[in-house]
């Protein structure tokens, strides 16, 4: 079989992409389509449908700076983590959607502060409704290098289900909760809620046990000490 050129690769993305994904598609127009490491223009791994449903709720200013943060990373391919640098900016999504699900009605991203060189960076979104203004910090905690390296036991063995969640995964979790509740309480202004959504990405050998993602939520729930601070998550593939 003739392998296809740069051309048709590109050809056939745009063409698959506009009768179901017009957002994403429009994402793919404003990326470098010349580059043959583009995301759409190499794979498809993730389901794409939950995706394009997330950012088709986003208000059209929304999804414009969500596209202008990520439009950078459709062609950035790391040898072990691939497209994850793109998946954690459309992760933002996620955030939008929770507040727009709390009944927010008014929802912004926060731009960040330039004039202030290193500063404390800003929470992600901001949300408003009467009685209530929230920010959001949307966090993704990925697989482990471990488990993306090459040799990781489960690309050639059977999957082992852990019984309970690792030590240095729940390590990580508490981190990116205190890295995260930085970034809400450097915002300036008052609100009535501050909040932390997770996005999580289990390892292989995490991802099919049950039981693992109801330890989760209860450990996440337990993290959640700072009575200024809620702390919500989400599983993701």
Known sequence: MNKQSDSDLRKEAGGWLSLRFPRL???????????PKNYFNVEFPLPLSEEEKRLARLDSESWK???????????????????????????????????????YERIEFIKPDKSKKGGKRLPDLIG??????????????????????ATAPWRTEAVTVRPDLAEEFKRKVI?????????????????????????????????????????????VAAQSSDSEVEVHQQAAL
């Open 25 to 35: 598609l429009d994402l793919y127009e404003h990326s470098d389509r010349e580059n």
């Open 65 to 103: 700076i969500l596209r202008e943060k990520a439009v950078p990373y459709v062609s950035v391919d790391d040898s072990v983590r691939r497209y994850q640098q793109l998946w954690n900016i459309l992760d933002e999504a996620r955030g939008y959607v929770f507040l727009a699900d709390q009944g």
């Open 128 to 149: 408003y409704k009467t009685g209530s203004t929230a920010v959001l910090e949307a966090k993704t905690i990925n697989e482990s290098c471990d488990n993306l390296a």
């Open 175 to 219: 981190a990116t909760i205190e890295q995260a509740t930085c970034q809400l309480k450097s915002y300036p202004h008052q609100t009535n809620r501050k909040i932390v959504l997770l996005v999580i990405r289990f390892d292989y050998g995490q991802k099919t046990g049950g039981h693992l993602y109801a330890e989760l939520s209860n450990f």
